[in-house]
């Protein structure tokens, strides 16, 4: 019912965590930052995660990843290769220690099948990159509507509040103003 938003992928994110908030589930928009350091490239990623409460004290924590094999595709992959990422699901739920052997496994193979071909291993390959995406520092929001500063709409700009503090220009008499 909601592949229709399939071609914005932020989208058809937020709606799926939408719809699953709807039906009662603890979910939220994950997103994970990392900088540069120890030979690890800086990056970010989202995806969807589900907190289920076990106990007042334990909680359960489900990963909903709507393009999860892709994150794995490689340039020139071996027939070994190519037949693992067959295998691997388009749509990724489970909890954690499913998660981490998947990537672990995928990570490793990734490696062998781009040495064997003589590639290099880019660093948004490597093992920690991709453990990064899902387990590293995160933030958790349910926000249905990601805000875009960069397409204000006439609505927005009319909103925004002015003070005068500029003074009538000599040259075409036009009054200066500067937002707050």
Same mark, same amino acid.
């Given at each position: 019912? $909601? ?10 994110? *937020? ?11 603890? =979910? ?17 990623? &989202? ?23 892709? &994150?794995?595709?490689?340039? *020139? ?6 037949? $693992? ?12 220690? &499913? $998660?981490?052997?998947?990537?672990? $496994? ?21 093992? *920690? ?17 990601? =805000? ?6 006439? =609505? ?11 003074? &009538?220009? =000599? ?8 937002? *707050?």
């Amino acid at each position: 019912m $909601l592949s229709f938003f399939k071609t914005d992928k932020a989208i058809f994110r *937020r709606k799926v965590m939408a719809y699953l908030r709807q039906v009662g589930y603890n =979910a939220a928009i994950c997103k994970t930052k990392w900088g540069s350091s120890g030979g690890l490239t800086a990056g970010n990623y &989202e995806f969807i995660d589900v907190v289920q409460s076990i106990s007042p004290t334990r909680q359960t924590r489900y990963f909903v990843d709507l393009d999860f094999a892709s &994150e794995f595709e490689i340039a *020139r992959p071996t027939t070994d290769y190519s037949r $693992l990422l067959q295998y691997l699901p388009r749509v990724f739920v489970g909890k954690s220690e &499913e $998660l981490k052997k998947m990537v672990n $496994l995928m990570s490793d193979s990734a490696k062998r099948s781009l040495k064997s071909k003589q590639l290099s291993l880019p660093p948004w390959r490597k093992h *920690r990159y991709m453990q990064n995406k899902w387990f590293g520092p995160y933030r958790r929001t349910t926000n249905q509507i990601q =805000a875009n500063n960069s397409s204000l709409s006439p =609505a927005t700009i009319n909103n925004v509040q002015c003070r005068y503090v500029g003074f &009538e220009d =000599a040259v075409n008499g036009s009054l200066f103003i500067r937002t *707050r």
